[in-house]
């Protein structure tokens, strides 16, 4: 998709609406009128185009069933006009739609832990392969798709991802397990709250436990209210949540846990068709914002 292409899909958009309970009464006469509809179809559209890119690595795609990323970032209220983060980008699954979809006038910043923050040596080199891959990827061609997009390194143990309210929008995406395995769950939270701007979103997708489960569990797992906590107790406030990326038919009793799911797929060769039905993890989806 060419820059100039992107461009024209792209028009001056306006930041996400705020939550229905946060919005502003009806507009009198005196008052400003509220933007029209087509501003929510135009972001729409651009979004289905990015989703449509033949940049997509096409195993990707096929699991845009479980993930449901044109739902997910309509909830999150993400525009193509915000600076966004993106805490740990892994494999680049989300890091494929979200970097086009801001390159032209927004700017997406994927998140990585630094290396030498760790203390052990696998670790350091653990993390300097997921380092490596995301910086290869934001900065090979072709670059009309990822556009301006950025990375930055940070400590999970103090972690900072930008400078004080500089982002619109924090999302993380299946990693608030490894946080709390990690004691780093406070900390990373904190620093959400610091880089986002005032009215600023944080969005988080994470494998949803039926119940709220010990510190010590390690299923991948997470009960919600474990969430709401850390996120209530880092100064945000829950606006909303969303059953998009809900998933009734995971029983959550997994021998190897969520990675007994697709995609990891940590299971007996027999049990293949079993866990293809089930499919990937039930996640709750949840949508926080930093107060004014």
Request: aromatic share 8%.
């Amino acid at each position: 998709m060419k820059r100039v292409l992107l461009a024209a899909l792209l028009p001056a958009l306006l930041v996400a609406c705020a939550a229905e309970n946060d919005a502003p009464p009806p507009a009198t006469d005196s008052e400003t009128p509220v933007p029209a509809p087509d501003v929510a179809v135009d972001a729409s559209s651009a979004l289905d185009t990015v989703l449509a890119g033949d940049w997509r690595t096409p195993e990707f795609v096929a699991r845009d069933q479980y993930r449901h990323p044109k739902e997910t970032l309509t909830f999150f209220g993400i525009t193509p006009d915000m600076t966004v983060v993106e805490i740990t980008p892994g494999g680049g699954w989300y890091t494929e739609v979200l970097a086009p979809y801001l390159s032209e006038n927004g700017t997406y910043v994927g998140a990585v832990v630094a290396p030498d923050s760790q203390e052990d040596e696998r670790s350091r080199e653990y993390y300097a392969r997921g380092r490596d891959g995301l910086r290869e990827r934001l900065g090979g061609e072709p670059t009309e798709v990822y556009g301006r997009a950025t990375m930055v390194e940070f400590d999970p143990a103090a972690p900072r991802f930008g400078d004080d309210a500089s982002a619109d929008a924090v999302l993380t995406f299946r990693n608030v397990h490894n946080w709390l395995g990690d004691d780093t769950a406070e900390a990373m939270f904190e620093g959400f709250f610091s880089v986002l701007k005032p009215g600023g979103v944080l969005g988080v997708v994470e494998h949803r436990a039926e119940k709220e489960l010990p510190a010590d569990d390690e299923s991948g797992y997470v009960g919600e209210q474990t969430v709401i906590a850390l996120a209530e107790g880092a100064g945000f406030r829950l606006v909303d949540n969303s059953e998009i990326n809900a998933n009734p038919g995971d029983t959550r009793d997994h021998s190897n846990g969520v990675w007994t799911l697709p995609p990891s797929n940590r299971h007996e060769e027999a049990d293949a068709e079993k866990y293809r039905t089930i499919g990937e993890s039930d996640r709750m989806t949840l949508r926080f914002v930093k107060p004014e």
